[in-house]
């Protein structure tokens, strides 16, 4: 069974930092390209960033460009995403996914989701 695990949201004030983690398990993690998108209250599912299969590739949101980071580290199947500068604007749940880009909403693994509030 395919599980995403995420963690590390929080309450944040602007400006401050955070760093999600996505643990995966039931597949094998190489294999595959990972995703970070994200849902703000009252809003639709939101792209954040993207990594390939080996890491040497990302990409990333222009509303997240050189505020975030994506990572991941396959000798402990874990998926990261690193939140510098955080502006209230990135209060959402953020959902760690089992694909290049947005996905198949309904089909594409997702994991349960961390919350990350920024207010001051």
């Known amino acids: 069974e395919v599980q995403l695990v995420e963690s590390g949201g929080g309450l944040v004030q602007p400006g401050g930092s955070l760093r999600l983690s996505c643990v995966a398990s039931?597949?094998?993690?190489?294999?595959?390209?990972m995703s970070w998108v994200r849902q703000a209250p009252g809003k639709g599912l939101e792209w954040v960033s993207s990594i390939t299969d080996s890491g040497t590739s990302t990409r990333y949101a222009d509303s997240v460009k050189g505020r975030f980071t994506i990572s991941r580290d396959n000798a402990k199947n874990t998926l990261y995403l690193r939140l510098n500068s955080l502006k209230t604007e990135d209060t959402a749940m953020y959902y760690c996914l089992r694909a290049w880009g947005m996905g198949v909403p309904g089909i594409t693994p997702r994991g349960q989701g961390t919350q990350v509030t920024v207010s001051s």
């Open positions: 039931g597949f094998t993690f190489t294999d595959y390209a």
